[in-house]
């Protein structure tokens, strides 16, 4: 069992660094971290905040868009491309079991998310303390950052199999990716915010509204970061509507996320006939 | 020895539309069973239930003494797909590593494996930059990993020129003399017929016969065709004599059963006189072929 889940993620790594993924992934986390730790950069004093605590709340914000990006990018094709190329079926009459393949398949993925969260943050955080030394003081938020980070981009791996799985064509599984992506990234804040204001503080600020942003895994660990750096929750308007929420609540949903979109995406595998 | 695989009474239907119906077959071991079917028969659905890829509707289906798709059938099952494709990205060499690695065989004999088909010059080499002749190659040497009991083998021999034709039967004859029992399906009905033990024809999903090819000669009773060249101005006595002939081209053609053979020859030789030469053309095997894929009106 374990033998073949870790040839498949053997395999699965070399394809990834030979299509270039794994460069695409590092250099597009380092690069967007850099700008941002630059951009903001200029006000910590003001919030009395270390150096490094200001970063990773920036980097929060950036990761809450870029690490379900990276994670779709890599896994929309994971099995509609199998199938469109034709090589699912001689796959599957090997003696390995269908969930071992997605097992395999993850592990890889992960493995270069990881590598991809750690370069970028290392750079940002690397910059931090070299200009402040103070800013060690902060390595506990960017640790947190970090491992949440990773747990959400298992999230959106498990949910690009799902529907890499129920599209059955390279084209469509990239489609439904992207529109997944800014339908719970983008579009999903956007239409909560619009709520909140037409409510005007009634029934749905007050009872709907935190439980929709628990529901959705990319609020979930924007609003997990922040309530756990208290000195930034005045940046974000998201986490401050919803302050009320206690930190073991988005602690849950960022944790249990994964599970739900993997059995998610095992699920809809298995489904699929060759 | 009980037979690698048994099917009795199997039926698969596709929304209400028979793609297989009451197919029962079994092969032995060290038995070469050749399958033929125009395209949409019903061979790669077979094919596909042998290997548990999709669920029958019925009948029953045992491989290697296991349900098909059992973990312990397809340790035993090794299947090469019409066209096999692989990714492009990965070398000849890793790709056959993966898949020995898949079925927990030691990895050392990778190269080895490739120089068995004849693809070890080739084997660090993308698989992106191989001809399809080389990728039907990778695909042979990826289902001889771990002497399979059962090979089941579509259209292995398409995208291969002669010579390597010739290198895959033998290597079938290895195969099946270590008692592996073979699966194929072809088109190229001469290289079936020198080349395994047995022949099924399926058409419209039913199988419509199964023997050996001397067997179907017999059963299918084709007529024998005679050509008769005539001596010049002599063709219009010959239409005389043998009212059954016709003309095709330059010369007259007559055909009669197998049994009527020996007498329409006699009475050809009366002829003598007027007769240049006399060709016996006997049915071939598409004749064969297409009398039992079109006897259920196909």
């Given at each position: 069992m374990?033998?073949?889940?870790?040839?498949?993620?053997?395999?699965?790594i070399?394809?990834?660094?030979?299509?270039?993924?794994?460069l695409?992934?590092?250099?597009?986390?380092?690069?967007f971290?850099l700008?941002?730790?630059?951009?903001?950069?200029a006000?910590?004093?003001?919030?009395?905040?270390d150096?490094l605590?200001?970063?990773?709340?920036?980097?929060?914000?950036?990761?809450?868009?870029l690490?379900?990006l990276?994670?779709?990018?890599m896994?929309?094709?994971?099995?509609?491309?199998?199938?469109?190329?034709?090589t699912?079926?001689?796959?599957?009459?090997?003696?390995?079991?269908?969930w071992?393949?997605?097992?395999?398949?993850?592990?890889?993925?992960?493995?270069?998310?990881?590598?991809a969260?750690?370069a970028?943050?290392?750079?940002a955080?690397?910059?931090?303390?070299?200009?402040d030394?103070?800013?060690?003081?902060?390595?506990?938020?960017?640790?947190?950052?970090?491992?949440?980070?990773?747990?959400?981009?298992?999230?959106?791996?498990?949910?690009?199999?799902a529907?890499?799985?129920?599209?059955?064509?390279?084209?469509?599984?990239?489609?439904?990716?992207?529109?997944?992506w800014?339908?719970l990234?983008?579009l999903?804040?956007?239409?909560?915010?619009?709520?909140?204001?037409?409510?005007?503080?009634?029934f749905f600020?007050?009872?709907i509204?935190?439980?929709?942003l628990?529901?959705?895994p990319?609020?979930?660990?924007?609003l997990?970061?922040?309530?756990?750096?208290?000195?930034?929750?005045?940046?974000?308007?998201v986490?401050?509507?919803?302050n009320?929420?206690?930190?073991w609540?988005s602690?849950?949903?960022?944790?249990?996320w994964?599970?739900?979109?993997l059995?998610?995406?095992?699920?809809?595998?298995?489904?699929?006939?060759? | 020895?009980?037979?690698?695989?048994?099917?009795?009474?199997?039926?698969?239907?596709?929304?209400?539309?028979?793609?297989?119906?009451?197919?029962?077959?079994?092969?032995?071991?060290?038995?070469r069973?050749?399958?033929?079917g125009?395209?949409?028969a019903?061979?790669?659905?077979?094919?596909?239930?042998?290997?548990?890829?999709?669920a029958?509707?019925?009948?029953?289906?045992?491989?290697?003494?296991?349900?098909?798709g059992?973990?312990?059938?397809?340790e035993?099952?090794?299947?090469?797909?019409?066209?096999?494709?692989?990714?492009?990205?990965?070398?000849g060499?890793?790709?056959?590593?993966?898949?020995?690695?898949?079925?927990?065989?030691?990895?050392?004999g990778?190269?080895?494996?490739?120089?068995r088909v004849?693809?070890?010059h080739?084997?660090?080499?993308?698989?992106?930059?191989?001809?399809?002749?080389?990728?039907?190659?990778?695909?042979?040497?990826?289902?001889?990993?771990?002497?399979?009991?059962?090979?089941?083998?579509?259209?292995?021999?398409?995208?291969?020129?002669?010579?390597?034709?010739?290198?895959?039967?033998e290597l079938l004859?290895?195969?099946?003399?270590?008692?592996?029992?073979?699966?194929?399906?072809?088109?190229?009905?001469?290289?079936?017929?020198?080349?395994?033990?047995?022949?099924?024809?399926?058409?419209?999903?039913?199988?419509?016969?199964?023997?050996?090819?001397?067997?179907?000669?017999?059963?299918?009773?084709?007529?024998?065709?005679?050509?008769?060249?005539?001596?010049?101005?002599?063709d219009?006595?010959?239409?005389a004599?043998?009212?059954?002939?016709?003309?095709?081209?330059?010369?007259?053609?007559?055909?009669?059963?197998?049994?009527?053979?020996?007498?329409?020859?006699?009475?050809?030789?009366?002829?003598r006189?007027?007769?240049?030469?006399?060709?016996?053309?006997?049915?071939?095997?598409?004749?064969?072929?297409?009398?039992?894929?079109?006897?259920?009106?196909?």
């Amino acid at each position: 069992m374990i033998t073949r889940i870790l040839a498949t993620a053997a395999t699965e790594i070399r394809i990834a660094s030979r299509n270039r993924w794994v460069l695409i992934a590092v250099v597009l986390m380092v690069l967007f971290s850099l700008v941002l730790s630059a951009a903001g950069s200029a006000p910590t004093g003001a919030l009395g905040a270390d150096r490094l605590s200001v970063v990773a709340a920036s980097l929060t914000s950036l990761s809450v868009y870029l690490v379900p990006l990276v994670a779709l990018l890599m896994s929309f094709d994971a099995v509609a491309g199998e199938v469109e190329r034709g090589t699912l079926p001689l796959l599957l009459t090997y003696p390995v079991a269908r969930w071992e393949v997605l097992a395999g398949k993850l592990l890889a993925h992960t493995a270069i998310l990881i590598l991809a969260i750690v370069a970028g943050y290392g750079a940002a955080a690397a910059i931090a303390i070299v200009v402040d030394p103070a800013a060690l003081s902060g390595l506990a938020a960017l640790w947190r950052l970090t491992w949440t980070s990773v747990l959400l981009g298992a999230t959106f791996l498990g949910i690009g199999y799902a529907l890499s799985s129920r599209a059955k064509r390279v084209s469509g599984a990239a489609g439904l990716a992207i529109g997944l992506w800014l339908g719970l990234v983008v579009l999903y804040d956007l239409g909560l915010l619009a709520a909140v204001v037409a409510d005007d503080g009634g029934f749905f600020t007050k009872s709907i509204f935190p439980a929709a942003l628990l529901a959705n895994p990319a609020d979930a660990f924007r609003l997990f970061n922040l309530t756990a750096a208290e000195a930034t929750a005045a940046a974000s308007g998201v986490a401050g509507a919803a302050n009320a929420i206690p930190q073991w609540q988005s602690l849950l949903s960022v944790a249990v996320w994964p599970f739900i979109a993997l059995a998610l995406a095992a699920l809809s595998f298995r489904k699929v006939v060759p | 020895m009980t037979s690698t695989l048994t099917i009795s009474h199997l039926t698969k239907t596709y929304d209400g539309v028979a793609a297989l119906s009451d197919v029962s077959l079994s092969v032995a071991p060290g038995e070469r069973v050749a399958l033929l079917g125009h395209n949409g028969a019903g061979k790669s659905t077979l094919m596909k239930v042998i290997l548990g890829l999709i669920a029958p509707s019925g009948g029953e289906v045992t491989v290697c003494d296991a349900k098909p798709g059992q973990a312990a059938a397809r340790e035993q099952v090794a299947y090469l797909p019409e066209n096999a494709t692989f990714h492009s990205a990965l070398t000849g060499l890793e790709q056959i590593t993966f898949y020995m690695r898949l079925r927990g065989q030691d990895t050392a004999g990778a190269m080895e494996l490739l120089e068995r088909v004849g693809l070890g010059h080739a084997a660090r080499r993308r698989i992106g930059t191989y001809s399809k002749g080389m990728r039907q190659r990778v695909g042979l040497a990826q289902a001889l990993i771990g002497a399979p009991r059962l090979l089941v083998l579509d259209e292995p021999t398409s995208g291969l020129d002669p010579v390597s034709r010739r290198d895959f039967y033998e290597l079938l004859d290895g195969l099946a003399a270590d008692g592996a029992s073979i699966l194929l399906s072809s088109h190229a009905l001469t290289e079936v017929e020198a080349r395994t033990d047995r022949l099924l024809i399926l058409s419209g999903g039913r199988m419509v016969a199964e023997g050996t090819l001397p067997d179907l000669r017999r059963e299918a009773a084709l007529p024998v065709a005679m050509h008769i060249t005539a001596l010049n101005g002599y063709d219009s006595d010959i239409m005389a004599a043998l009212p059954n002939a016709i003309r095709v081209g330059e010369g007259l053609q007559i055909s009669c059963t197998q049994e009527e053979k020996l007498a329409t020859l006699a009475r050809i030789s009366e002829l003598r006189g007027k007769v240049v030469d006399l060709e016996i053309i006997p049915p071939s095997l598409e004749d064969i072929y297409s009398h039992y894929s079109r006897r259920d009106g196909q």
